[in-house]
């Protein structure tokens, strides 16, 4: 988790599941072409991210002569680290498995209340979110 998360008292897994206000945008046909869409700009959006933070890291190494490109290869984190690393990793599948838990939810919605709630009610929930 993140440190300004942790002092904020947030769960960064929590939020990454919540619903956006109004309808999903579709520009596909097909419901598989969507859900595809979303997890891979999802992806897109985070790699972006990691790249300009990288970015970032890696000129101001340079520039303070900090690090070369072996210490970088040779690192290996200790259990701590690990222990960063493996949460880091689970909010980032949490954000861009995001669709597929809401849709995962909205169908568990439907169930509990009956069989009367159609497949397009699940789908116009998800539009709505």
Do not use: C, W
């Amino acid at each position: 988790m993140s440190e300004a998360a942790m002092k904020l008292d947030i769960d960064p897994i929590a939020e990454a599941g919540k619903k956006a206000k109004g309808k999903r945008p579709q520009f596909f046909e097909l419901e598989e072409s969507e859900r595809l869409m979303g997890i891979l700009m999802a992806v897109v959006e985070e790699l972006a991210v990691t790249r300009e933070r990288l970015d970032t890291v890696e000129r101001l190494l340079e520039a303070s002569g900090g690090l070369d490109r072996k210490a970088i290869e040779d690192f290996h984190p200790d259990a701590e680290q690990a222990r960063e690393r493996g949460l880091m990793h689970q909010e980032y599948i949490a954000r861009v498995m995001r669709i597929l838990q809401q849709e995962r939810e909205a169908l568990e919605e439907a169930k509990q209340k009956g069989p009367e709630k159609t497949l397009e009610q699940v789908s116009e929930h998800l539009g709505n979110s």
